[in-house]
Antibody
Framework: EVQLVESGGGLVQPGGSRRLSCAVS????????MNWVRQAPGKGLEWVSY????????YYADSVKGRFTISRDNAKNSLYLQMNSLRAEDTAVYYC??????????????WGKGTTVIVSS | SYVLTQPPSVSVAPGETASITCGGN??????VHWYQQKPGQAPVLVVY???DRPSGIPERFSGSNSGNTAILTISRVEAGDEADYYC????????????FGGGTELTVL
């Protein structure tokens, strides 16, 4: 079964930048559609961004559009989230999550354990 | 954008049945998925495609979806079912398609 491990979280100042990574243990990473989902402290889940298997299609939540960029490197089995112009409200645990490969249904069937980003001065 | 509405909390006694609702405009025309999240852990898929269960999820977990309401039903509730539950749809017609409900905290009395 595919496994996901996020990294790159930490403390960052308001207005700063951070790049999150998600390492994917799968022999066929290139067929997986990937997502980032976040959860602010004490709050619910918020979908952040999606990228297609080839990287040609990308979607973003309104709350991050224009500030965050999702990307992937299929040769390195890795997913990324470049976060710029960070705000206090971006403080959250960030999860990467896959869509299933065997169906056209869009649910998050495998999740990483998450990495924590804290935006504070 | 599409909005999913869940009750903030539901309480149930052990052995009873818990019903967690997820409301949305004509949600019956959407495909709904449900996640369980325990404190400090990543979410876990418990129901997908309205009513299917992933392998390893007990038969006690079931789902339905019709009209303006989807429902996650947990039968014979156990103490270990205490968690937050989230519904989710993928609004394919939108350029920001990922949608979660606000979550429901299930308390086992």
């Amino acid at each position: 079964e595919v496994q996901l491990v996020e990294s790159g979280g930490g403390l960052v100042q308001p207005g700063g930048s951070r790049r999150l990574s998600c390492a994917v243990s799968a022999s066929t990473f290139s067929i997986y559609e990937m997502n980032w989902v976040r959860q602010a402290p004490g709050k619910g889940l918020e979908w952040v961004s999606y990228i297609s298997s080839s990287g040609s299609s990308k979607y973003y939540a309104d709350s991050v559009k224009g500030r965050f960029t999702i990307s992937r490197d299929n040769a390195k089995n890795s997913l990324y989230l470049q976060m710029n112009s960070l705000r206090a409200e971006d403080t959250a645990v960030y999860y990467c999550a896959t869509f299933p490969t065997h169906t056209t249904s869009w649910y998050f069937d495998v999740w990483g354990k998450g990495t924590t980003v804290i935006v504070s001065s | 954008s599409y909005v999913l509405t869940q009750p903030p909390s539901v309480s149930v006694a052990p052995g009873e049945t818990a019903s967690i609702t997820c409301g949305g405009n004509n949600i019956g025309g959407e495909t709904v998925h449900w996640y369980q999240q325990k404190p400090g852990q990543a979410p876990v898929l418990v129901v997908y495609d309205d009513s299917d269960r992933p392998s390893g999820i007990p038969e006690r977990f079931s789902g339905s979806n019709s009209g303006n309401t989807a429902i996650l039903t947990i039968s014979r509730v156990e103490a270990g079912d205490e968690a937050d539950y989230y519904c989710q749809v993928w609004d394919g017609g939108s350029d920001h398609p990922g949608v979660f409900g606000g979550g429901t905290e299930l308390t086992v009395l």
